[in-house]
C-alpha cells in the first residue's frame, strides 16, 4: 500500500458519532479491570511531572504514553489482554518514538504560547515572585488572586488543552499506527477532524449525555465522603475509578473514530500490527488497509 493511500480521509455520516460512543463502551467493558491498571499506572506517571526534569520529559512523553494506551485498545479489539509494558512500547519504537516525542514538544510549546497570549496584561501575574511560588505549589501565593486572574487562568489552562487536544486527537494514532511523519500526522488529522465535523460533533453531545449522570453519582459520593468519616477514603478512591473509566471511553473513541476514519483493519493480528516493522517499503506491518 502507497503512503498516499494510507492518508485517505473517509468522511462519515453524523450517526457514526454515536457508533464510535458506543463501540468506545464496549471496548472498555471487554477488559475493563485490565484498562483501569492501565490507566492508574498512567495517573501514577502523570505524578511524576511534578518532578523537575523528569516531569519535563513525561510532560513531551505524552503522546508516546497516550500511543501506549491506544495500541492496547487495539489488542483488545483483536481479543488481546495487553501488558503493563503496553504503555512503554511507544517509547522503544524508531522511529515512531521520535516523532511522538516531537509531537509532545509540539504540545508543550502550543501551550506555553496559548497560555501566555491569554494571560498577558495580568498585574498579579507580572509580579515574578508571586508566579515563582505559585510555580512551587504554594497555596497561599494563589489565594493571593483575584477572582478574575484565577478565572483567567483557568479559562487559559482550558483553551490550552482544547488546543492541544484537537493537535494530538488524530496525529497520535496517524504516527502510531499509520506510520506517518509529524507534520503529515498533523495535517491529516486536523483535515479527518474538519471533514468529520458532524460525527465528531455528535461524539461530543454523547460524552456531555454521559457526563449528566456521572456527575450526579460524583455529586452523591462526594456528599458520602464528607459524612462518611474512615470511609471516606474508600469513596475518593470510587470517584477517582469512575472519572477513570470516562477517560477510558475518550481513548476508546479515538481509537474507533482513527479506524474508521483512515479504515484501519481491526482485524490485523497484533504480531502483525502496529508494533511491527517500520519499515515503508511494503508488507503489512503498522500498515493501515484502505
Not at 35 to 59: H, R
Not at 157 to 175: E, K
Not at 208 to 236: N, Q
Not at 261 to 274: D, K, L
Request: neutral net charge; aromatic residues 8%.
Amino acid at each position: 500500500m502507497s503512503q498516499q493511500e494510507t492518508l485517505k480521509v473517509h468522511v462519515l455520516p453524523a450517526r457514526q458519532g454515536l457508533t464510535w460512543l458506543s463501540q468506545s463502551l464496549a471496548l472498555v467493558r471487554q477488559q475493563l479491570a485490565r484498562l483501569l491498571f492501565l490507566g492508574v499506572l498512567l495517573q501514577l506517571i502523570l505524578g511524576l511531572s511534578q518532578i523537575p526534569l523528569l516531569g519535563f520529559f513525561v510532560m513531551i512523553a505524552m503522546p508516546a504514553f497516550s500511543a501506549g494506551l491506544l495500541q492496547a485498545f487495539f489488542l483488545v479489539s483483536v481479543g488481546q489482554r495487553p501488558p503493563a509494558s503496553t504503555l512503554f512500547v511507544p517509547l522503544t519504537t524508531s522511529p515512531r518514538t521520535g516523532r511522538l516525542l516531537a509531537l509532545g514538544g509540539v504540545m508543550v510549546a502550543v501551550g506555553l504560547v496559548t497560555v501566555s497570549l491569554l494571560l498577558s496584561g495580568s498585574e498579579s501575574l507580572m509580579n515574578p515572585d508571586l508566579v515563582a511560588r505559585i510555580e512551587a505549589g504554594d497555596l497561599d501565593a494563589v489565594a493571593m488572586l483575584d477572582e478574575g486572574t484565577v478565572m483567567r487562568i483557568l479559562l487559559a489552562i482550558a483553551v490550552a488543552f482544547a488546543v492541544s487536544g484537537t493537535l494530538t486527537f488524530m496525529s497520535i494514532p496517524l504516527i502510531w499506527f499509520g506510520q506517518q511523519k509529524l507534520g503529515r500526522s498533523l495535517a491529516s488529522g486536523l483535515r479527518a477532524l474538519v471533514a468529520n465535523w458532524k460525527p465528531f460533533g455528535m461524539l461530543a453531545m454523547g460524552y456531555m449525555a454521559l457526563m449528566v449522570p456521572l456527575a450526579l453519582v460524583m455529586g452523591m459520593l462526594y456528599r458520602l465522603a464528607a459524612s462518611s468519616g474512615g470511609l471516606a477514603v474508600l469513596v475518593v478512591a470510587l470517584m477517582m475509578l469512575l472519572m477513570l473509566a470516562f477517560q477510558l471511553v475518550v481513548f476508546a473513541s479515538q481509537f474507533c473514530s482513527f479506524r474508521d476514519i483512515f479504515r484501519m483493519e481491526a482485524a490485523v493480528s497484533p504480531q502483525h500490527g502496529p508494533t511491527g516493522s517500520d519499515d515503508d517499503s511494503g508488507g503489512d506491518d503498522g500498515q493501515l488497509l484502505a
